[in-house]
T-cell receptor
């Protein structure tokens, strides 16, 4: 099993450009999450999904959109990138609460720089 | 504001020593407290976790101590090894959907 994979690994954008980050998991997990990691701030939840076709806002959702058209994929979009979105983005997935003790499995991350 | 406060920001310990990282929280609705370990260039990985009805959990050289009344929990790394050099995050889960609140992280360096 590949676990959680993310593409791309690195990206440089200019202010105002758009892009989509792809997360894929092969563990048949119901729940998926997008976090951003910034120095001194830990990981902050951007958006999450508790099943195919459903998404919800996390702690820092502004400037991002997400979609979960297939159970195994969770896409994070930036419509108009800003320098404040320079960060490392992590995707994670987990079983639903009723099925297991809540462990989230993380992908390797995408390092995004917005100039 | 950060709902889970973590300290110290960094620490250096000699091989064989004990590393101690502390976390504090305010929200009594949190019901699950995991610690994640992250190596440079990698995603975080679950190290050990505890529920609030347990005061201590040990897995190998890693121990979580939990003080519910003080709303504090800590990670102890016994007999620290150079391979333990990583960033450690405490976290707390509240209720539905498995959402985690993370601490700011502690960079641990174990010197040979």
């Amino acid at each position: 099993n590949a676990g959680v994979t993310q593409t791309p690994k690195f990206r440089v954008l200019k202010t105002g450009q758009s892009m989509t980050l792809l997360c894929a998991q092969d563990m048949n997990h119901e729940y998926m999450y997008w976090y951003r990691q910034d120095p001194g701030m830990g990981l902050r939840l951007i958006h999450y999904s508790v099943g195919e076709g459903t998404t919800a806002k996390g702690e820092v959702p502004d400037g991002y959109n997400v979609s979960r058209l297939k159970k195994q994929n969770f896409l994070l979009g930036l419509e108009s990138a800003a320098p404040s979105q320079t960060s490392v983005y992590f995707c994670a997935s987990s079983h639903s609460i009723r099925d297991s003790p809540y462990e989230q499995y993380f992908g390797p991350g995408t390092r995004l720089t917005v100039t | 504001q950060q709902q889970v406060k973590q300290s110290p920001q960094s620490l250096i310990v000699q091989k064989g020593g004990i590393s101690i990282i502390n976390c504090a929280y305010e929200n009594t609705a949190f019901d699950y407290f995991p610690w994640y370990q992250q190596f440079p260039g990698k995603g975080p990985a679950l190290l050990i976790a505890i529920r609030p009805d347990v005061s201590e959990k040990k897995e190998g050289r890693f121990t979580i101590s939990f003080n519910k009344s003080a709303k504090q929990f800590s990670l102890h790394i016994m007999d620290s090894q150079p391979g333990d050099s990583a960033t450690y995050f405490c976290a707390a889960r509240r209720g539905s959907w498995g959402k985690l609140q993370f601490g700011a992280g502690t960079q641990v360096v174990v010197t040979p």
